[in-house]
């Protein structure tokens, strides 16, 4: 009975020596950011935790003792947390710099001389930016950041210049459109039917329209779906046999209407040349192929839909092989 008490007796001083360590121990408390340096209305998250404080401070006002906020500072602001406890306090603080200084923002020009050509002619795209790092055009790739550029497109197409620089991105079109020379020799064109004449170049765009797929894509991708690459790779052994490897055609980029006109050409040309670059990987010549998107310039969906036909969102994303020349009759 006496050992029973005397070890109740030490547990009860052990207690009350805790406690009174604990209530004699200082504060500590430590305080963080989450960036150091922002721009003008960016967030900052400050976050602290303190160990034996009574009260916790941010810059003045009372928070909890754990806790974290995010803050928008408009100037260079220094955040400051104290821990109290009694007549004991410690402190923390850290100084997030904002920086009030915006870059301009690029712009860019961008025009064609002449708009229109006859097919096999050539036309000059010239481009002026200010503000910007740098200049890209679908299809003639990083260019000067004003220049100029001789082309020779085989079809109607839409260029697109993307100016980049600290302040932004900035867009600027213009289209070349491409006619075929008028007929001088006074004799109507031929019209082939490619039924009753099997063995002629006719027959050979009849059997491409109907052999190339229609690959579709999801809204805002480029990439290949496995269900479109089985497609592609039926095409390729198509335009690898040995009477087909003369073939040339075109490859139209396309999306459906939602978003910019400047947004869908650039998503339209990356989607046209996701289709070439996975023929070329399975052995297509490059030099077989144009590249050209038509944006949202050919879209008539106005829901969602499906890929089985006009009019659908789904119908409008895709990419459409067109055949133009070569190949051997049967």
Same mark, same amino acid.
């Given at each position: 009975?006496?050992?029973?008490?005397?070890?109740?007796?030490?547990?009860?001083?052990?207690?009350?020596?805790?406690?009174?360590?604990?209530?004699?121990?200082?504060?500590? !408390?430590?305080?963080?950011?989450?960036?150091?340096?922002?721009?003008?209305?960016?967030? !900052?998250?400050?976050?602290?935790?303190?160990?034996?404080?009574?009260?916790?401070?941010?810059?003045?006002?009372? !928070? *909890?003792?754990?806790?974290?906020?995010?803050?928008?500072?408009?100037?260079?602001?220094?955040?400051?947390?104290?821990?109290?406890?009694?007549?004991?306090?410690?402190?923390?603080?850290?100084?997030?710099? !904002?920086?009030?200084?915006?870059?301009?923002?690029?712009?860019?020009?961008?025009?064609?001389?002449?708009?229109?050509? *006859?097919?096999?002619?050539?036309?000059?795209?010239?481009?002026?930016?200010?503000?910007?790092?740098?200049?890209?055009?679908?299809?003639?790739?990083?260019?000067?950041?004003?220049?100029?550029?001789?082309?020779?497109?085989?079809?109607?197409?839409?260029?697109?210049?993307?100016?980049?620089?600290?302040?932004?991105?900035?867009?600027?079109?213009?289209?070349?459109?491409?006619?075929?020379?008028?007929?001088?020799?006074?004799?109507?064109?031929?019209?082939?039917?490619?039924?009753?004449?099997?063995?002629?170049?006719?027959?050979?765009?009849?059997?491409?329209?109907?052999?190339?797929?229609?690959?579709?894509?999801?809204?805002?991708?480029?990439?290949?779906?496995?269900?479109?690459? *089985?497609?592609?790779?039926?095409?390729?052994?198509?335009?690898?046999?040995?009477?087909?490897?003369?073939?040339?055609?075109?490859?139209?980029?396309?999306?459906?209407?939602?978003?910019?006109?400047?947004?869908?050409?650039?998503?339209?040309?990356?989607?046209?040349?996701?289709?070439?670059?996975?023929?070329?990987?399975?052995?297509?010549?490059?030099?077989?192929?144009?590249?050209?998107?038509?944006?949202?310039?050919?879209?008539?969906?106005?829901?969602?839909?499906?890929?089985?036909?006009?009019?659908?969102?789904?119908?409008?994303?895709?990419?459409?092989?067109?055949?133009?020349?070569?190949?051997?009759?049967?």
């Amino acid at each position: 009975m006496t050992d029973r008490k005397t070890n109740v007796a030490l547990l009860i001083a052990v207690a009350l020596i805790t406690a009174l360590a604990s209530a004699c121990a200082p504060p500590t !408390v430590k305080l963080k950011v989450s960036r150091d340096q922002v721009r003008a209305g960016d967030p !900052v998250t400050v976050s602290w935790e303190s160990k034996n404080a009574k009260t916790i401070e941010l810059n003045g006002q009372k !928070v *909890e003792k754990i806790g974290a906020k995010t803050m928008t500072p408009d100037q260079t602001t220094k955040y400051e947390v104290v821990a109290k406890r009694g007549k004991k306090e410690a402190r923390d603080a850290a100084t997030v710099t !904002v920086n009030l200084t915006t870059a301009a923002a690029p712009r860019i020009t961008l025009r064609a001389e002449p708009s229109a050509i *006859e097919h096999g002619q050539n036309a000059t795209l010239r481009w002026e930016s200010e503000n910007a790092t740098g200049v890209s055009i679908p299809g003639l790739g990083e260019v000067q950041t004003s220049g100029q550029r001789e082309v020779s497109p085989r079809v109607s197409t839409t260029y697109t210049a993307t100016a980049v620089g600290a302040g932004g991105t900035s867009t600027a079109s213009a289209r070349i459109t491409v006619t075929d020379p008028p007929n001088t020799s006074g004799e109507r064109p031929r019209t082939i039917d490619p039924n009753t004449d099997p063995g002629s170049i006719a027959a050979v765009a009849a059997e491409f329209a109907r052999v190339m797929p229609r690959v579709f894509f999801d809204l805002d991708k480029s990439d290949i779906k496995s269900s479109e690459q *089985e497609k592609l790779r039926r095409a390729a052994d198509w335009l690898q046999i040995d009477r087909n490897r003369t073939v040339t055609f075109r490859i139209e980029g396309n999306c459906d209407p939602r978003a910019t006109a400047e947004y869908n050409l650039g998503l339209g040309d990356r989607r046209a040349r996701a289709v070439r670059d996975f023929l070329v990987s399975l052995g297509v010549d490059a030099n077989r192929m144009d590249v050209v998107s038509y944006g949202l310039e050919k879209a008539s969906g106005t829901s969602e839909g499906s890929t089985a036909g006009p009019p659908s969102w789904a119908f409008d994303r895709r990419a459409d092989l067109i055949y133009q020349r070569g190949g051997n009759p049967r």
